[in-house]
């Protein structure tokens, strides 16, 4: 039966609207954008092969920036873009920066801030088993090697 308050237009224009765009801009090159490349995968995997689901466009990109650049680079980035973005997230790591520079970055982000503290690596560690003691970013980048092969990852 069909709804006769809703115009053939309307019903045509909500067919054509494409999920959100979403833009994940992170600090680090390699671990963060294969965490979230990684999540992007499994939405599509879980996702891609029904009809009636529609794949936001998840774009990842890794920078290599410190905080305070990272979040003028995003600002750059979105304002020179085609795309249109539902969603903008800033990630960054605490460890290397003052709390002046932290606060900074934090304060002056028009998007989703996201950080942990002291970083990624031992935020994705302590996903894959307990963490009781401080470990160097060194013995985390090792550790997580050994789980995600342990986890073929």
Request: proline share 3%; charged share 30%.
């Amino acid at each position: 039966m069909r709804n006769n308050n809703v115009s053939r237009k309307d019903r045509l224009r909500s067919k054509r609207q494409a999920p959100a765009n979403y833009l994940i801009v992170c600090e680090g090159k390699k671990t963060e954008p294969n965490y979230f490349n990684g999540l992007k995968k499994k939405i599509n995997e879980r996702y891609g092969n029904k009809v009636d689901v529609l794949i936001p466009n998840i774009e990842v990109k890794g920078t290599g920036r410190n905080t305070t650049d990272l979040v003028k680079y995003t600002q750059k980035y979105v304002n020179y873009s085609s795309k249109i973005y539902g969603q903008v997230w800033v990630v960054f790591d605490k460890e290397d920066y003052n709390d002046e520079q932290f606060n900074k970055a934090i304060e002056s982000c028009d998007y989703n801030a996201c950080w942990s503290n002291p970083n990624f690596e031992l935020w994705l560690i302590a996903h894959l088993k307990k963490v009781t003691k401080y470990i160097s970013k060194d013995d985390i980048l090792n550790e997580l090697g050994k789980e995600f092969q342990k986890n073929g990852l």
